[in-house]
């Protein structure tokens, strides 16, 4: 079992950039793509990001293309989400996952998942 523990999400104004997190604590990521996905309020839980198990490879919805950057330390166990010039449309819960299986859109690729972190932009 992956347990994966995100960090970083907080209440932030429109423009302004803000980075998360995920950890697996006592776990290796290396074999993994490993991707975020966000749910808002009134919104079904979707794609936002996903990098390949080696860090080559980035995947982006097209509403963040520019504005989000995915890296990954493999040696630390850590992926991060830069997230620049955040709007409110941004807002919601984010999610971290693990995925053995290399089709990163899909959540049925991943295996493991966070527990979720909140991100909120003012207007």
């Known amino acids: 079992q992956v347990h994966l523990v995100e960090s970083g999400g907080g209440l932030v104004q429109a423009g302004e950039s803000l980075r998360l997190s995920c950890t697996a604590p006592?776990?290796?990521?290396?074999?993994?793509?490993m991707g975020w996905f966000r749910k808002g309020p009134e919104t079904e839980r979707a794609f936002v990001a996903a990098i390949g198990p080696l860090g080559t490879s980035t995947y982006y919805t097209e509403s963040v293309k520019g504005r989000f950057i995915i890296s990954r330390v493999n040696e630390k166990s850590t992926v991060y989400l830069q997230m620049n010039g955040l709007t409110p449309g941004d807002t919601a819960v984010y999610y971290c996952?693990?995925?053995?299986?290399?089709?990163?859109?899909?959540?049925?690729?991943?295996?493991?998942w966070g527990q979720g972190t909140q991100v909120t932009v003012s207007e």
């Open positions: 006592g776990s290796s990521l290396s074999m993994y793509t």
């Open positions: 996952a693990a995925a053995s299986k290399s089709f990163p859109y899909s959540e049925d690729s991943y295996d493991y």
